[in-house]
DNA sequence: TTGAAAGCGATACCAC
DNA sequence: GTGGTATCGCTTTCAA
């Protein structure tokens, strides 16, 4: 490898054109130590950073600080809708205060997200977005804890102090329970997430606990975990429990990807939604209202998700701030997958 | 501001470990120089390093070399589904070669779109991959040139010499229309793409040659053009059409997004799909098999797409390599959205 | 085969 | 208020 190509233009070309030192070129061009520079001085330097195009060098401004003004962010999956206006959200957020997403996605594999977390750790990035922390002991979250490097989590929650936005999910599983009882389901299964997920086991606490408030029996064998949140996924646990639990008149998923592979399980069993049966989702991913039939679920706030953790993230690398979590409120989106159970099977009826 | 903290572990603290000096270390550690590095203080450095979790800093890294590992992504919108799939491949082929993929979204802007390119360069991006460019004259990829940035355009042409990774949109649109016209479809109707969008231009052209080639008329007021590619502008162009358009049996999209606003016009035009008339789209997103009806659309493979253009990519940046346009093929995908039109409306029908 | 030293570009101290 | 200088961590040329 041979040295490399000079820069184009750097603090020192702009200190020269303005007759001035480097040092005091740099003064002037940070908001924060202009007011340490001679007005005209300052004048002049910005005028010839601004004619000359000036960019300050990244690698050099890091190097020397510490600090990158890269965000980096963890996602099990890109492909998964639902991330795309969290995402969006959060890099806008960021961009703001002058900050770029890194996104990388270590799919399901939690050793991965770790290896990731050094790799992005040794591009110096500020901070860490985490969707893919699972509910204990999670090595993404106990690596940045390591490098002493600002953490927030989305969508999930990874236990005690642990800064996090999640959406109410107890609440959200609760939203659906009472609209499926409403319509007069009381045979109601659950396709639960994956068990060390936070949302898998919140959304199955939600479920039985609504059910429990109504008075809804939930016997043994009538909740499935699905392995991942994925449509594949969810049709297998959904076929599950099509066979297992006679009388079923609704399935509450514990995402919307499951309930779309509970379609296809409905769809192979013969069974017309909502007509035979109920099914409702949880996260109103883009696209769900376009399905047929159209999706009930839950609407978690995406947008809003994405900001408060990116803020929550800019807060604590600026002030070190503690930061706990934040707790949005889900709303329960009506569409055309939930309905009246078939007239007889509403409550305790025959098979 | 205060000097920060010392890097923990940093290739001095490396080479003390071994026992040598940090140039030897330096070459010990990058398997081009190894070969300079006696075997058994090469061990122990590899060793040493192993130990510690040492990685090299990339700002450093990057300020000596000039080179970053970070590539750059510039998207219309990531909210569109369709970049999903094809980010994810182009990120996985990057990652083969230990480079990153940082994504930016400027949306519609040409200008923002060139300042993002300034903003990527000072962070010292090895090439980037444009999704966003538009056919003549695009201040992004005219940055890209002025500062001798490797650029690879995806599922975009930027004209001739610019290397691309696109689909045969011209045979794409041919698919589409002449599965229609098979179906006994003559009335047909193009809600186009945006005109400065090669995607734009090439479907539309690629719409009226097969139309020609059929022998199929297309008078005056039978293409329109959405003003971006979204539901709403799909919705708007399209309802345009049906009020303009006598007879027509079938709208053929430029894009999928495009086709979802079409169903939202025919839907509110009272038009049962397929039975009223057919709507096809183009690129097959994710889930466009799940909307009701399923879409026909055309299949451009994505994963593929952007596995082609990060190679394509990483060879310029190796190897400065000129690299011409790669056309992949498309396909079509038969769904429900497709099928014969009313009986009597085939041909040259009355209003 | 290895050590020494320069330098990528910016910033934060310390003098003046 | 400004200039000088050391330094962040690494690679690479030059000398030995």
New binding site residues.
């Given amino acids: 490898?041979?040295?490399?190509?000079?820069?184009?233009?750097?603090?020192?070309?702009?200190?020269d054109e303005a007759?001035?030192?480097?040092?005091?070129?740099?003064?002037?061009?940070?908001p924060?130590?202009r007011?340490?520079?001679?007005?005209?001085?300052?004048g002049r330097v910005q005028e010839a950073a601004a004619r000359l195009g000036?960019?300050?060098?990244?690698?050099?401004?890091?190097?020397?600080?510490?600090r990158s003004r890269l965000v980096g962010a963890l996602v099990p999956g890109i492909a998964n809708p639902v991330f795309a206006p969290i995402l969006a959200a959060a890099a806008a957020a960021l961009a703001e205060d002058g900050h770029a997403l890194l996104v990388a996605d270590p799919g399901d594999d939690p050793e991965r997200a770790a290896e990731f977390v050094a790799e992005l750790a040794?591009r110096r990035v500020d901070g860490l977005l985490l969707a893919t922390v699972s509910l204990r002991d999670d090595p993404a979250l106990a690596a940045c804890l390591a490098r002493g490097l600002p953490a927030v989590l989305i969508n999930r929650s990874g236990g005690e102090g642990v800064p996090a936005v999640v959406s109410d999910d107890r609440a959200g599983m609760a939203l659906a329970v009472r609209h499926l009882a409403a319509l007069g389901h009381r045979r109601i299964a659950h396709v639960g997430g994956p068990a060390p997920l936070s949302t898998g086991l919140q959304r199955r606490e939600g479920f039985e606990e609504a059910m429990a408030a109504l008075g809804l029996p939930v016997p043994p064998g009538w909740v499935e975990a699905a392995t991942a949140y994925g449509r594949a996924e969810g049709e297998a646990a959904a076929s599950l429990l099509l066979a297992r639990c006679p009388g079923v008149t609704a399935l509450a998923c514990a995402n919307d990807l499951l309930a779309l592979g509970a379609y296809d399980a409905c769809r192979r069993a013969g069974l017309r939604i909502p007509a035979a049966i109920s099914v409702t989702g949880h996260n109103d991913m883009p696209l769900v209202d376009m399905i047929e039939p159209p999706l009930t679920t839950v609407r978690i706030p995406h947008e809003e998700m994405g900001r408060r953790a990116a803020r929550l993230l800019l807060d604590r690398i600026h002030q070190g701030a503690p930061a706990g979590a934040v707790v949005l409120a889900p709303t329960l989106v009506e569409r055309g997958s939930s309905g009246p159970p078939r007239a007889g099977e509403g409550d305790a009826g025959s098979l």
Same sequence: chains 1, 2.
């Fill in positions: 490898m041979t040295t490399p190509t000079p820069r184009s233009v750097n603090l020192r070309r702009v200190a007759g001035v030192h480097p040092s005091t070129a740099s003064r002037a061009l940070n924060a130590t007011h340490l520079v001679a007005a005209p001085a300052a000036y960019r300050p060098d990244a690698a050099a401004m890091s190097l020397r600080t510490g040794a």
